[in-house]
């Protein structure tokens, strides 16, 4: 168990539907990440938070969107669903700054379909 | 841009071999960190190791090695003795300095044969 925790586990949606995913990151950990893991993108980078603030963002889509609270806690947002926006989707959160480049710590990941 | 390559992407193994995967990785920053993640059948992503790109000293963790050669860009990963519970895909990432986003390769499928 890695510490990090994300819900739902599996959310099946219909095309066009808006859905959140949720995690909350290690105790103590200030970063947080999201990657998307496809069959045919493989795992990427979308965006990092650290202690509620952006730091970095991938290939993130625009109907994408993400947020940290000031409970450290975050979502990813996932609007106007399309059949190519199923995949499994990982938080990870890290201890340190930005800059010290620690190991990330993954959840179980949430599961998308898109029906 | 930082860019990691998994050449094999399936590999089978038998039980007690031991078995290797290769990482090579591209970037033009002169300090970087690479990992190994290992995801098994179950789906989540479990860390194995971290290694800055000052620190060439191979490693070794129980069945696991490491070996980092800056001079072939690459950072190898073999496990030793292969048991069943090793078949997971395996895969390497790089963050360059400055910059935590992971970029990671496509993996290697790991299956050991009783």
């Known amino acids: 168990d890695s510490g990090v925790t994300q819900t739902p586990k599996h959310l099946i949606t219909a095309t066009g539907q808006r859905v959140t995913l949720r995690c909350s990151p290690r105790?103590?950990?200030?970063?947080v990440y999201w990657y998307q893991q496809s069959l045919d993108q493989g795992l990427q980078f979308l965006i990092q938070?650290?202690?509620?603030?952006?730091?970095a963002k991938g290939n993130i889509l625009e109907r994408f969107s993400a947020q940290q609270f000031p409970d450290l806690h975050s979502e990813l947002n996932l609007s106007s669903l399309e059949l190519g926006d199923s995949a499994l989707y990982f938080c990870?959160?890290?201890?340190?700054?930005?800059?010290?480049?620690?190991?990330?710590?993954f959840g179980p990941g949430t599961r998308l379909t898109v029906l | 841009a930082q860019k990691v390559t998994q050449a094999q992407t399936e590999i089978s193994v038998v039980e007690k071999e031991d078995v290797t995967l290769d990482c090579v990785y591209e970037?033009?920053?002169?300090?970087?960190?690479l990992f190994w993640y290992k995801q098994p059948p179950s789906g989540e992503l479990v860390f194995l190791i971290r290694r800055n790109s000052f620190d060439e000293q191979n490693e070794i963790s129980g069945r696991y090695s490491w070996n980092f050669q800056k001079s072939t860009s690459s950072f190898n990963f073999t496990i030793t003795a292969s048991q069943v519970v090793d078949s997971a895909v395996y895969f390497c990432?790089?963050?360059?300095?400055?910059?935590?986003?992971?970029?990671f390769g496509k993996g290697n499928q790991v299956v050991v044969i009783p």
């Open positions: 105790s103590g950990d200030l970063s």
């Open positions: 990432a790089l963050s360059e300095y400055g910059n935590n986003r992971l970029a």
């Open positions: 990870a959160s890290s201890a340190g700054t930005s800059a010290t480049h620690n190991e990330q710590f």
């Open positions: 938070y650290y202690n509620g603030e952006e730091r």
């Open positions: 970037t033009r920053d002169t300090t970087y960190y």
